[in-house]
């Protein structure tokens, strides 16, 4: 079996990378698939559930999982702390899942020094009204945080570069495309392929054998 790949999306918040993800996780020709779940000390949001799209932890929990070593990668986003589980991705990954992690470019940049096989992707919205228009829409964050968000949209989005590939969510059924055309791509790679199409390899090999054996 070979290993799953990580597969890290980030993008400006409101850009759609959650929804994205959730909807590239019901796609049933994409089998083998996980979300990765991330610890966090933010408060929690109506309609979500702990441990389904976060693990919501105290300040104390999280720095002792800091001086445990339990996370990949963590950081400080808004006034909140939000940390990648070490031993979930491992694990998920040699189970030969494929995972998607959402998180910032400061930590892709720090998992990509880890993990060089994992395979990043960078999601952008059309333009800012349509950011912010999204942001007010789904009525998760005060003015505030929002116009805080806003300010960070051009420092995010000028890390672009460091990513493997760029989607441009204007259309969500597009982009969603977008995104399984790249999973899939990856998927055909030939160190995956050759572990899932080696007795078919094999005796491909072995029948052009048993051909130059009998014209000699």
């Known amino acids: 079996m070979t290993p799953g790949t990580l597969f890290i999306i980030s993008a400006p918040s409101g850009a759609g990378k959650s929804s994205l993800i959730k909807a590239l996780c019901k796609t049933q020709a994409l089998c083998n698939t996980q979300i990765s779940i991330s610890h966090t000390t933010r408060k929690i949001r109506p309609g979500e559930n702990n441990g389904e799209h976060y693990y919501f932890v105290n300040d104390n929990q999280f720095r ?5 070593k339990k996370f990949l990668e963590y950081a400080k986003v808004f ?17 030969g899942i494929d995972i998607f992690l959402d998180i910032d470019w400061q930590g892709a940049r720090r998992i990509r ?12 919205p059309p333009s800012k009204d ?13 003015t505030t945080v929002i116009a805080q968000r806003m300010t960070q949209v051009i420092a995010e989005i000028k890390h ?6 760029l ?42 054998c048993k051909h130059n054996t009998i014209t000699n």
């Open 160 to 165: 672009y570069k460091e990513y493997h590939y």
């Open 130 to 142: 349509e950011l912010k228009r999204r942001l007010y829409k789904r009525e998760q964050d005060s």
């Open 79 to 95: 006034g909140n702390y939000y940390g990648t589980s070490r031993q979930s991705i491992i694990k998920g990954l040699q189970k």
């Open 64 to 68: 002792n999982m800091i001086y445990e």
């Open 113 to 124: 020094r880890i993990m060089p096989t994992s395979r990043s992707i960078f999601i952008v």
């Open 167 to 208: 989607i441009v969510n204007e259309n969500f059924d597009r982009a969603l495309i977008d995104l399984q055309a790249i999973i899939r791509s990856e998927r055909l790679r030939v160190r995956h392929q050759a572990v899932h199409h080696y007795s078919l390899i094999h005796k491909l090999l072995e029948d052009e």
